[in-house]
């Protein structure tokens, strides 16, 4: 898979209001958010993204793409895809 084609993984679910990201901290994954779900759904629809190297996101051998800044750079370039419903 190339750089170009990399996506992390997103999980968006129903809910009510408009979408809220939701993002794992270090060494998690989008499992760290199943009990607040149908909590989350009542106000927004719950986006859930895995970061690199993460849950089901790829781990990409080119160590720059990790790297964050004001919002991380996969966040920023579109690299999650938030009209996937599981991908």
Do not use: F
């Not at 149908?38 to 859930?48: I, N, S």
């Not at 370039?77 to 996937?84: H, I, K, L, S, V």
């Amino acid at each position: 898979m190339s750089a170009d084609t990399e996506k992390l993984h997103t999980v968006v679910h129903d809910g009510n209001g408009p979408p809220g990201l939701i993002v794992h901290g270090a060494l998690g994954s989008r499992s760290y958010w199943d009990d607040n779900i149908a909590a989350l759904a009542e106000v927004c629809q719950p986006v859930v993204i895995e970061l690199w190297g993460h849950g089901r996101s790829p781990s990409p051998a080119d160590t720059n793409r990790y790297r964050g800044g004001p919002l991380p750079a996969p966040l920023a370039d579109g690299a999650a895809d938030p009209g996937c419903r599981d991908c």
